[in-house]
C-alpha cells in the first residue's frame, strides 16, 4: 500500500517534526479511504483489519500532533498577552 510506505518514510525522519506527523496521518486517512472501497467485497475482512491498523497508528500519532499544537498555542498566547498572563 503506497500510502502506508510513505506515511512510514515520513516518519522514520529523527525527530519526527510536525510536518512529518501531519503527512503520515494524511496519508493513513488516505489509505484508509482507499480500504474502505473493499467493504462488501471477498476481501472485505482484509481490508477491516488492515484499515484498523492505519486507524490505531494514526491515534498512536496524535499525541505527537497535540503536543506541538499546544506548544505552538502557548507561544502564540505569550507573544500576544504575555504582559497579560
Do not use: N, Q, Y
Not at 500532533?65 to 499546544?70: E, L, N, Q, S, T
Request: proline share 4%; glycine share 4%.
Amino acid at each position: 500500500m503506497i500510502d502506508v510506505e510513505r506515511a512510514r518514510r515520513w516518519l522514520t525522519r529523527r525527530p519526527p517534526t510536525s510536518r512529518a506527523v501531519h503527512e503520515a496521518r494524511r496519508r493513513l486517512r488516505r489509505a484508509r479511504a482507499l480500504l474502505k472501497l473493499g467493504r462488501g467485497t471477498a476481501v472485505d475482512r482484509e481490508c477491516a483489519r488492515a484499515g484498523a491498523a492505519c486507524r490505531r497508528a494514526a491515534r498512536a500519532l496524535a499525541p505527537l500532533r497535540d503536543a506541538r499544537v499546544f506548544a505552538e498555542t502557548v507561544e502564540d498566547l505569550l507573544a500576544r498577552r504575555g504582559e497579560d498572563l
